[in-house]
T-cell receptor, first 116, second 110 residues
Framework: GAVVSQHPSWVICKSGTSVKIECRSL??????MFWYRQFPKQSLMLMAT?????????EQGVEKDKFLINHASLTLSTLTVTSAHPEDSSFYIC????????????FGPGTRLTVT | RKEVEQDPGPFNVPEGATVAFNCTYS??????FFWYRQDCRKEPKLLMS???SGNEDGRFTAQLNRASQYISLLIRDSKLSDSATYLC???????????FGKGTRLSVIA
C-alpha cells in the first residue's frame, strides 16, 4: 500500500532555533500534501495545504512566516518551524491523498517536536 | 455547530462487549467518510471507509445515514487491542483535507 514517511520522528530544540520536518510519499506522487498539528489530548488540526509548484494555503490563525512550507517535488513537502518557542511543542503529522476512490489519505508517522 | 461531532467518551467496556460510536457531520455535500484509529502518540491509521450500504470488516461494522448526516461504528466482541481513540473523518470534496472529529476514546478492560 501507499506509504508516507516523515523525518525526523522526534526532535528537541532550543527556543529561537528553526526545525525542518520532511514528508515524503514513497510509492506515489502527491501534488497535494496536508500538514496537521496535534496537541496532547486534542484532535488533529489542519495547519496548511502544501501544493507542488505553488504557494501553500494556510488555515486561519496559522502564521505563514513562522511555518514555512515548501513542496519541492511530487514526493516531498517540508515544514520549517522558524524561531521555535515552547508553545510550538506538538505532534506534527503530514498526509497525502492517493488518487484512489474516496480520497483515501495516508499519514506519515508524525514528528514530535519539543522546544525547550 | 462543529463540522464533525463525536462523543469524546471515554468508553470503558469489558472484553467481549459490543460498543457503538456515533458521529454527526454538518456539511450535507460531504462526499466521503471514514473511521480512523489513533493509538497514543501515533499517527491515525485508516480503519475503514463508510458507505450508505454499510460496510463490515470482521468485528467492525460502519454505517452512513446521509439523510440524518450520521455515521456509526460498531465493534463486536471487543479485544484489549481495540483500546484506542476512534476518529470520525469526513472529506468534503475533491482533493481536500480530511476533517476530523475530536475522537472517541475506547478502553477495553480485561
Amino acid at each position: 500500500g501507499a506509504v508516507v514517511s516523515q523525518h525526523p520522528s522526534w526532535v528537541i530544540c532550543k527556543s529561537g532555533t528553526s526545525v525542518k520536518i520532511e514528508c515524503r510519499s514513497l510509492d506515489f506522487q502527491a501534488t497535494t500534501m496536508f500538514w496537521y498539528r496535534q496537541f496532547p489530548k486534542q484532535s488533529l488540526m489542519l495547519m496548511a495545504t502544501s501544493n507542488e509548484g505553488s504557494k501553500a494555503t494556510y488555515e486561519q490563525g496559522v502564521e505563514k512566516d513562522k511555518f514555512l512550507i515548501n513542496h519541492a517535488s511530487l514526493t516531498l513537502s517540508t515544514l520549517t518551524v522558524t524561531s521555535a518557542h515552547p508553545e510550538d511543542s506538538s505532534f506534527y503529522i503530514c498526509s497525502a491523498p492517493t488518487s484512489g476512490w474516496g480520497n483515501e489519505q495516508y499519514f506519515g508517522p508524525g514528528t514530535r517536536l519539543t522546544v525547550t | 455547530r462543529k463540522e464533525v461531532e463525536q462523543d469524546p467518551g471515554p468508553f470503558n467496556v469489558p472484553e467481549g462487549a459490543t460498543v457503538a460510536f456515533n458521529c454527526t457531520y454538518s456539511n450535507s455535500a460531504s462526499q466521503s467518510f471514514f473511521w480512523y484509529r489513533q493509538d497514543c502518540r501515533k499517527e491515525p491509521k485508516l480503519l475503514m471507509s463508510v458507505y450508505s450500504s454499510g460496510n463490515e470488516d470482521g468485528r467492525f461494522t460502519a454505517q452512513l445515514n446521509r439523510a440524518s448526516q450520521y455515521i456509526s461504528l460498531l465493534i463486536r466482541d471487543s479485544k484489549l487491542s481495540d483500546s484506542a481513540t476512534y476518529l470520525c473523518v469526513v472529506v468534503n470534496s475533491g482533493n481536500t483535507p480530511l476533517v476530523f472529529g475530536k475522537g472517541t476514546r475506547l478502553s477495553v478492560i480485561a
